[in-house]
């Protein structure tokens, strides 16, 4: 009853930090702002563990099984 929501939920996370993760090196590789009118390092830093966070939310969303 409970897996439906739970691979939802690892689904929704995984895929949000992983593209997440890939913006934010796209960006970071090209010397663009991640975040405009914010200290380009502090806002790479900060995206970059938002997007790791939702990858091991993902991770034990899917161990839950």
Do not use: D, K, Y
Request: charged share 10%; glycine share 10%.
């Amino acid at each position: 009853m409970e897996r439906g929501p739970a691979i939802f939920a690892g689904i929704v996370f995984a895929l949000f930090g992983a593209g997440l993760l890939v913006w934010t090196a796209v960006r970071v590789r090209q010397r663009q702002p991640v975040a405009h009118g914010v200290n380009p390092v502090a806002s790479a830093t900060f995206a970059g563990l938002v997007s790791v966070i939702a990858l091991i939310l993902g991770t034990w969303c899917f161990t839950r099984l």
